[in-house]
T-cell receptor, first 113, second 113 residues
Framework: DQQVKQNSPSLSVQEGRISILNCDYTNSMFDYFLWYKKYPAEGPTFLISISSIKDKNEDGRFTVFLNKSAKHLSLHIVPSQPGDSAVYFCAASGNFGNEKLTFGTGTRLTIIP | ETGVTQSPTHLIKTRGQQVTLRCSSQSGHNTVSWYQQALGQGPQFIFQYYREEENGRGNFPPRFSGLQFPNYSSELNVNALELDDSALYLC????????????FGSGTRLTVV
């Protein structure tokens, strides 16, 4: 039972353009969402999060959008840089982040110079 | 401030053997959560330890067990290893039990042959 889904295993984007990574969830108890970035041979590192009381959160080049009615969130990276090439995981939690994380399967983003 | 350290980084074991993986939590953190990441999958929650007690467990059999020590470091033990146990095992430490504050280690790559 995959409660958090990332349907695109991979994505290639030209440097300087916008990267959009998508994530869907099925559990309506999830109310806190996070994006993690993972390089090979390293652990996931936190990128940005959003609570269900908001529909957008920005941090520099990274913006996360949440559509609660569609149970969908997306991560926008603009402009995309070569160092953004990594695997991106969407994760969800209940009780406003006070519960364990449930992860999606990840999307491998490749930025083409 | 030191991060999360996991040892060993790589390990090869034979089916039926037992293995112990270790995690030193980040300074100031009192909670350790363990995740299993199989190839091509997202991390899956195994269990969490808070103040030396198990505080939540995912859908893993009892042969997966753990410990947390007074200095908040932790061990993950797996008995009667199976081929499907081959995965990257990630440890995350946090201050408090919420998933919002995780700092992940680089993981231990376990191969069962």
């Amino acid at each position: 039972d995959q409660q958090v889904k990332q349907n695109s295993p991979s994505l290639s984007v030209q440097e300087g353009r916008i990267s959009i990574l998508n994530c869907d969830y099925t559990n309506s108890m999830f109310d806190y969402f996070l994006w993690y970035k993972k390089y090979p041979a390293e652990g996931p590192t936190f990128l940005i999060s959003i609570s269900s009381i908001k529909d957008k959160n920005e941090d520099g080049r990274f913006t996360v959008f949440l559509n609660k009615s569609a149970k969908h969130l997306s991560l926008h990276i603009v402009p995309s840089q070569p160092g953004d090439s990594a695997v991106y995981f969407c994760a969800a939690s209940g009780n406003f982040g006070n519960e364990k994380l449930t992860f999606g399967t990840g999307t491998r983003l490749t930025i083409i110079p | 401030e030191t991060g999360v350290t996991q040892s060993p980084t790589h390990l090869i074991k034979t089916r039926g053997q037992q293995v112990t993986l270790r995690c030193s939590s980040q300074s100031g953190h009192n909670t350790v959560s363990w995740y299993q990441q199989a190839l091509g999958q997202g991390p899956q929650f195994i269990f969490q330890y808070y103040r030396e007690e198990e505080n939540g467990r995912g859908n893993f059999p009892p042969r997966f067990s753990g410990l947390q020590f007074p200095n908040y470091s932790s061990e993950l033990n797996v008995n009667a290893l199976e081929l499907d146990d081959s995965a990257l095992y990630l440890c995350a430490s946090s201050l408090g039990t919420g998933g919002y504050g995780y700092t992940f280690g680089s993981g231990t790559r376990l191969t069962v042959v």
